[in-house]
């Protein structure tokens, strides 16, 4: 088993900035598993973010590029993401997953989710 506890989401204004951390646990989990982010929107469908391989490399959703940042502390099983200059269209539960392989991160799924934390970006 692998668990996953995502934390950080909260009520933020037009152009703010949050970081979201997910911190993995259960004998199951491996430091070499890709690890990454998704989101669902209010009535839409989950989309992909971000994602990251245990040796740092690294894959963004076009919309987020140049605003939002992955990275992970593997000796905290940890995965990052930082969100810059949000907009009210990034407004969404977001997900974070580990993915049981190190695969290309181009073609990350996930095998394990956490929860969900909610990030609301006001206009």
């Given at each position: 088993q692998v668990q996953l506890v995502e934390s950080?989401?909260?009520?933020?204004?037009?152009?703010?900035?949050l970081?979201?951390?997910?911190?993995?646990?259960?004998r199951s989990f491996r430091n070499s598993y890709n690890m990454g982010w998704f989101r669902r929107a209010p009535g839409k469908e989950r989309e992909f973010?971000?994602?990251?391989?245990?040796a740092d490399s690294?894959?963004?959703?076009?919309?987020?590029k140049g605003r939002f940042?992955?990275?992970?502390?593997?000796?905290?099983n940890t995965v990052y993401?930082?969100?810059n200059s949000l907009k009210p269209e990034d407004t969404a539960v977001y997900y974070c997953a580990?993915?049981?392989?190190?695969?290309?991160?181009?073609?990350?799924?996930?095998?394990?989710?956490?929860?969900?934390?909610?990030?609301t970006v006001s206009s």
């Open positions: 950080g989401g909260e009520l933020v204004q037009t152009g703010g900035s970081r979201l951390s997910c911190a993995a646990s259960g973010v971000a994602a990251i391989s245990w690294t894959y963004y959703e076009d919309r987020v940042t992955i990275w992970r502390d593997n000796a905290k993401l930082q969100m580990v993915e049981a392989s190190s695969g290309n991160i181009r073609f990350f799924r996930g095998d394990y989710w956490g929860q969900g934390t909610q990030v």
